[in-house]
């Protein structure tokens, strides 16, 4: 699940559990804020915790389905692409996750 290229190193942000089904969880990392989603079917995507159009938080939208609604203005972001519901509003950035051992690990691009 990821759309970046190029080099990346994988931190561990915390157990599955710790993400509550259907809501986020937000991890600070060096290159900002990051939301990481678990949606009804216990799978797990990451967004920048910022939407494409007004700025806000996402981890504060509410999940459903594989999407997340922006709680500024309900804009609808595609967890899976990052991408608005209304193409012209923009793309959240994504990054990759994946879990080991019931761990959840961030793919973060090298700096």
Known sequence: MDGNSGEFYSIDVG???DVP???ARTVRT???DIAIFR????QLFALADQ???????LSQGIVHGHSVTCPLHGLVISL????AAMAEEGCTRR???RVENGR???GIDAA
Do not use: F
């Open 30 to 32: 060096a290159t900002g």
């Open 39 to 42: 949606t009804h079917d216990n």
């Open 80 to 83: 899976a692409t990052g991408s």
């Open 104 to 106: 959840i690990m961030l």
């Open 95 to 97: 990054y990759r996750v």
């Open 15 to 17: 157990a599955v559990e």
């Open 51 to 57: 939407c494409p159009h007004k700025g806000g938080a």
């Open 21 to 23: 089904t259907q809501s």
